[in-house]
């Protein structure tokens, strides 16, 4: 295998250049496919509300995240990540063969068999509920709870135009576990987090639907990204507002300093950023803009992390 080129099994929209795409054996790659291995940012948004979480909760306390919670929640969110991705592509796998983006994956190919693909849920989702294990008895049954909102999500798209919103209370779980691995229990900073996450994951997964507008519309995929049509900048702006004035709250109720403000100003000017650029994008930009997401998690995590670790280092 060639190190330095695209394989000509890649799909779209991953990292063809990519470590993960390079080093892994033919035999491997649909998996790694199915699990979105090769395109890491799925994790990273779902693990951005996880991490941000639990140096909110870390904040509150006066000290800062909890480094073991950050590495369980980073095994978590790939593990689990990969296996509602798996689940998403087999009842999806009529959809996706109707799309040109997605028409290569694993399941509409014929590469991987439903079968394979559901044993392969089953393992992904055991590391999963092994990384629950490790956290009490309020967090596990919270993690549990989320399994209904996953299990719905994937069959939104088909009669509402909305699905968006379901991504975002499923992907923006992780704002309630971090806070509840900390506290055992729930409270306003945490929910204000978990809407801000919501409406951003809308915003976000709104952008990254522009790709597929098109021929959404043949198949027939709803999605927000159709819904708004001509007013998507607005419809995302609002979204991404939104999330900046939930996480404001959080900040507010959690006791925040200056530290987690410059790090939430970030955090809106980024977003504020994509606003600026998602008009007229091509299905590139919008990939591009997607993308830049990761990077809009880290800020406003970054903010509470320092916080809390200058709150510690002060006594």
């Given at each position: 295998?060639?190190?330095?080129v695209?394989?000509?099994d890649?799909?779209?929209?991953?990292?063809?250049?990519?470590?993960?795409s390079?080093?892994?054996?033919?035999?491997?790659?649909?998996?790694?496919?199915?699990?979105?291995?090769?395109?890491?940012?799925?994790?990273?948004?779902?693990?951005?509300?996880?991490?941000?979480?639990?140096?909110?909760?870390?904040?509150?306390?006066?000290?800062?995240?909890?480094?073991?919670?950050?590495?369980?929640?980073?095994?978590?969110?790939?593990?689990?990540?990969?296996?509602?991705?798996?689940?998403?592509?087999i009842?999806?796998?009529?959809?996706?063969?109707?799309?040109?983006?997605?028409?290569?994956?694993?399941?509409p190919?014929?590469?991987?068999?439903?079968?394979?693909?559901?044993?392969?849920?089953?393992?992904?989702?055991l590391?999963?509920?092994?990384?629950?294990?490790?956290?009490?008895?309020?967090?596990?049954?919270?993690?549990?709870?989320?399994?209904?909102?996953?299990?719905?999500?994937?069959?939104?798209?088909?009669v509402?135009?909305?699905?968006?919103?379901?991504?975002?209370?499923?992907?923006?779980?992780?704002?309630?576990?971090?806070?509840?691995a900390?506290?055992?229990?729930?409270?306003?900073?945490?929910?204000?987090?978990?809407?801000?996450?919501?409406?951003?994951?809308?915003?976000?997964?709104?952008?990254?639907?522009?790709?597929?507008?098109?021929?959404?519309?043949?198949?027939?995929?709803?999605?927000?990204?159709?819904?708004?049509?001509?007013?998507?900048?607005?419809?995302?702006?609002?979204?991404y507002?939104?999330?900046?004035?939930?996480?404001?709250?959080?900040?507010?109720?959690?006791?925040?300093?200056?530290?987690?403000?410059?790090?939430?100003?970030?955090?809106?000017?980024?977003?504020?950023?994509?606003?600026?650029?998602?008009?007229?994008?091509?299905?590139?930009?919008?990939?591009?803009?997607?993308?830049?997401?990761?990077?809009?998690g880290?800020?406003?995590?970054?903010?509470?992390?320092?916080?809390?670790?200058?709150?510690?280092?002060?006594?």
């Open positions: 295998m060639n190190l330095g695209a394989r000509p890649a799909l779209p929209d991953a990292r063809q250049r990519g470590f993960v390079r080093l892994t054996p033919d035999f491997a790659l649909p998996f790694v496919q199915l699990a979105r291995l090769d395109r890491p940012i799925g994790w990273q948004l779902l693990l951005a509300p996880c991490w941000q979480s639990v140096a909110l909760a870390g904040l509150a306390a006066h000290h800062g995240p909890d480094l073991w919670r950050l590495l369980l929640f980073f095994v978590g969110a790939v593990a689990m990540r990969g296996a509602g991705c798996t689940y998403n592509d009842l999806d796998r009529d959809l996706d063969a109707g799309v040109e983006r997605t028409k290569g994956r694993p399941l190919s014929g590469r991987v068999t439903p079968r394979a693909a559901a044993i392969f849920i089953i393992a992904q989702a590391v999963g509920f092994a990384v629950l294990l490790a956290f009490n008895r309020f967090t596990i049954a919270l993690g549990l709870a989320s399994l209904i909102v996953v299990a719905i999500y994937p069959l939104l798209k088909r509402t135009s909305w699905p968006q919103v379901g991504l975002g209370l499923a992907f923006s779980w992780g704002a309630l576990m971090g806070w509840a900390q506290y055992g229990a729930l409270a306003p900073p945490a929910l204000l987090l978990y809407l801000s996450a919501v409406a951003w994951t809308i915003g976000y997964d709104t952008i990254y639907a522009l790709q597929d507008a098109r021929d959404d519309a043949i198949v027939g995929i709803r999605s927000t990204a159709r819904l708004f049509g001509a007013h998507a900048r607005l419809g995302i702006g609002a979204f507002l939104a999330a900046a004035l939930c996480a404001q709250a959080a900040l507010v109720m959690a006791g925040a300093g200056l530290v987690a403000e410059i790090g939430w100003a970030a955090f809106a000017a980024h977003l504020l950023w994509q606003v600026s650029q998602v008009e007229g994008a091509s299905p590139a930009t919008a990939l591009r803009l997607f993308r830049a997401n990761r990077d809009a880290l800020l406003l995590f970054a903010g509470f992390a320092f916080e809390g670790w200058l709150r510690a280092a002060l006594g």
